[in-house]
């Protein structure tokens, strides 16, 4: 048994002549999307099992899943009070609902189609019509529901963390750039050529966003997102000098 339950299928990670080199080991954590039971399970077994090893989440807490509001206090609480190091990054659906409170005229639509719907329902805000009138009133009751500190949270998250030579993101990034010059677009929403090329710098990059069936490591990349909403596997990628264990609830 890993510290996570049932133990994935890969160790050291194959293909990519650079070696995995973080700083000390940690936790990279796939996307939540609503699934606080899982994060729940994930937070217990960390306290008892790695007390003190960081750990980071991808983004994507909110959406699809029904309880969106839940995990966001979660994620502020561990983020903030917690017994070891919890980082939390910003991932496309944050930024989509973000982007609602900002214009929800001209972004409501989008973000409701995408898992929207399910936050709203989280927060007691129930879908009153896609007209100008009806977005305007959902973005008034979700901003009143979410408050000021759920919000300035969500603005504040960063898009990557980084340990020697893992950077940690929400969805890739620019195989040709270096992290920290990346457009911010690339890190939430992914870029183009990130899953077909490699990059030549010796920097791994740890991402969700896109679903995988088997979480894995190659090439300069570690895949976290295992689909929890829809499977109920939350994965987290154990990483270590030279090595990389995968572990599923």
Known sequence: MGIFGRKSDTGDAKGFTHPIAPQQPFLAIGDVHGRVDLVEKLEQIILTNAPGLPAVFVGDYIDRGENSAQVLELMMSASEEGNQPVFCLRGNHEEMCLNF????????????????LQTLSSYGVSMAGTDPMSMQRMRDALALAMGDRVIDWLRARPVHWSSGN??????????ARPIPDQPTRNLTWGHKNFAEKARTDG?????????VDQPKAAMGRIAVDTGAYATGRLTAALIADGKVRFLTT
Do not use: C, S
């Open 203 to 211: 920097q791994w990059v740890v991402y969700g966003h896109v679903i």
């Open 101 to 116: 409170l900002d214009n929800p005229i001209d972004n409501g639509e989008r973000w409701l189609k995408f898992g929207g």
């Open 166 to 175: 893992i950077h940690v993101t929400h969805a890739g990034a620019d195989p």
